[in-house]
Nanobody
C-alpha cells in the first residue's frame, strides 16, 4: 500500500492543523494506522495509532488531549487533528501502516508502510 501524507504547514502557537493520510494501490481495510513525527536531530517518535476497523486508539502522552486520530475507511484515509499546537510539535509528520493482527506496538519497526512525510512548523 502507498501512503500520501498532506495537510502540514506553518501555524502559530495555539493553532490547529488537520493532517490526512491517503492510501493508494490498496485499500486500508485490515490495516492498523499510525502517525509518527521526527524533529531535527531527533529520532522518529510515536504520536498516535488507530487499529482496524477503528476500535483501538492510542496516543503519546505528549499529545494526549490535544490530538485526535481517526479514519474514514470508505475514503481510504486516516486523519490527525492537532489542536493547541506548540513549538515542541514542530516536526515532519509521517503516517504508517501495517496489516492488522496480533499485538499492536508503538514502534517504528512495527510498521511496514510509510508515507513521505509532511512538515508541521509551529511559530511563537
Amino acid at each position: 500500500v502507498q501512503l500520501q501524507a498532506s495537510g502540514g504547514g506553518l501555524v502559530q502557537t495555539g493553532g490547529s492543523l488537520r493532517l490526512a493520510c491517503a492510501a493508494s494501490g490498496r485499500t486500508l481495510k485490515s490495516y492498523n494506522l499510525a502517525w509518527f513525527r521526527q524533529a531535527p536531530g531527533k529520532e522518529r517518535e510515536f504520536v498516535a495509532l488507530i487499529t482496524w476497523p477503528g476500535g483501538g486508539i492510542g496516543y503519546a502522552d505528549s499529545v494526549k488531549g490535544r490530538f485526535t486520530i481517526s479514519r474514514d475507511n470508505a475514503k481510504n484515509t486516516a486523519y490527525l487533528q492537532m489542536n493547541s499546537l506548540n513549538f515542541e510539535d514542530t516536526a515532519v509528520y509521517y503516517c504508517a501502516a501495517r496489516t492488522a493482527g496480533g499485538v499492536v506496538y508503538r514502534t517504528v519497526k512495527y510498521y511496514h508502510y510509510w508515507g513521505q512525510g509532511t512538515q508541521v512548523t509551529v511559530s511563537s
